[in-house]
Structure formats: C-alpha cells, structure tokens
C-alpha cells in the first residue's frame, strides 16, 4: 500500500483537533521512543505509543481511529515523566478517544456485560470505565 503524503493530509483537520482538544504540539515528538520503551501497557497495545505520535505526525490518523491502542491506555503517565520534549501523550490518547466517541459512538455497549460480571466489577472500575468508553 502507498500513501501519497501531502500538506492536506500532514496537518488535516482531525490532527488539529486532537492538538487543540489534547494542547499538545505533535511535532514536538523527534521519536526518541521512551514512551513506548517505559509503557507498562505496550505489550498489549497493537500500536506502540511512539507510534500513535507518528502515524498522527504522518497525518495517518484513521490508523489511529481504529487501532486498540487509545483504548488500553492506562493513563500512568509514565510516558509523560520520561519524555525529553514534555509531551504529555496521555492527553493525546485521551483526544483521540473522544474523537472516536463523537464520531462512532460509545466503544463498549454496557448492554453487553453480564449482570453476575458487573456484580464482581469493582464499583471504582466501572465508574472509570463509563467515563472512558462512552460518550
């Protein structure tokens, strides 16, 4: 697959949302990679942060769209406290989540949960999880 890259597609419109819903500047990135290198949840992400910040960069942001990743963000901030530029990459993954939840929709149908699994759910985590996976 190629993909012709040009000024439209390097700064559309949903890479400006995201910078101004998240305040970050993505270009800052220079791709040192110790976000993703200090990511307790990277090994489960099919996208590594690094690489969010890239395909965003790249203006290759459906990518991102449907990649799982923003949602197994655990929002530590460990990216953050390690990264040499001061890019708060939670706050991105955070834009990028709601950019989904407005353009498609809740990501988890609570419909879909068992009442014995919602009955075992700490009440904290269900809370958190309202919060973060429906619009």
Same mark, same amino acid.
């Given at each position: &697959?190629?993909?012709?890259?040009?000024?439209?597609? *390097?700064?559309?419109?949903?890479?400006?949302?995201?910078?101004?819903?998240?305040?970050?500047?993505?270009?800052?990135?220079?791709?040192c990679g110790k976000c993703?290198?200090?990511?307790?949840?990277?090994?489960? &992400?099919? &996208?590594?942060?690094?690489q969010v910040i890239r395909? $965003?960069?790249?203006? $290759?942001?459906?990518?991102?769209?449907?990649?799982?990743?923003?949602?197994?963000?655990?929002?530590?901030?460990?990216?953050?406290?390690?990264?040499?530029?001061?890019?708060? *990459?939670?706050?991105? &993954? +955070?834009?990028?989540?709601?950019?989904?939840?407005? +353009?498609?929709? %809740?990501? *988890? %149908?609570?419909? %879909? $949960?068992?009442?014995?699994?919602?009955?075992?759910?700490?009440?904290?985590?269900?809370?958190?999880?309202?919060?973060?996976?429906?619009?």
């Amino acid at each position: &697959m190629r993909i012709r890259l040009s000024a439209e597609v *390097l700064r559309n419109e949903l890479v400006r949302r995201i910078e101004e819903i998240s305040g970050e500047d993505l270009l800052k990135c220079y791709q040192c990679g110790k976000c993703s290198a200090g990511c307790p949840a990277a090994p489960a &992400m099919d &996208m590594l942060p690094s690489q969010v910040i890239r395909f $965003l960069q790249l203006g $290759l942001v459906e990518q991102v769209l449907d990649s799982d990743t923003p949602w197994l963000c655990a929002a530590c901030q460990s990216c953050y406290a390690r990264c040499p530029k001061g890019v708060d *990459l939670t706050r991105v &993954m +955070e834009a990028v989540r709601e950019i989904i939840l407005q +353009e498609r929709g %809740d990501y *988890l %149908d609570l419909r %879909d $949960l068992s009442p014995d699994d919602l009955a075992e759910f700490p009440q904290q985590a269900f809370i958190a999880g309202f919060r973060k996976y429906t619009a």
